[in-house]
């Protein structure tokens, strides 16, 4: 079973497997393998960090030796979490508008702003979050010595 997802987020599902010694369910993110459980193993969480960008999340279930048990590995209930959002940096180049991403569940909607003292915030832009990552540019990057960034959650 595989599926993709964007992170950052938290990844949470449900994992059981009823197997023969090296028969096990593992748990794969981007290739890598991250758990695995064999022989018999109640419904347990598995919580785990999902990295940000594109994430393939895969779960294989292999049999050797003699069937004991179910001879079957489950998974259920796979979930991703998003903190409220995020604001991610991408690289800047000296010639181009300094390009960042928003991040967070869907529906939410965010006011990105901006200031060059950390005091004085100007509005920038108003978003409404896909649960994707959102580019966002701001042209006039290049002309200041100094800008920050933050986004205000809108109740």
Known sequence: MQTTVVGPGILGFW?????????????????????????????????CNVPAGTNVLRWAYSHEGTPTGADAGFVDQVSVTYPVFRLLVADRLPSEPFKYYLLGASGQSLVVQASTNLQTWVPMSTNLLNGTQLLLQDSQMTNLPARFYRAVLLQ
């Open 15 to 47: 994992w059981k497997v009823s197997s023969a010694r090296f028969s096990p369910l593992r748990f794969f993110m981007n290739g890598g393998l991250q758990d695995a459980i064999e022989q018999e193993v109640d419904w347990a969480l598995k919580v």
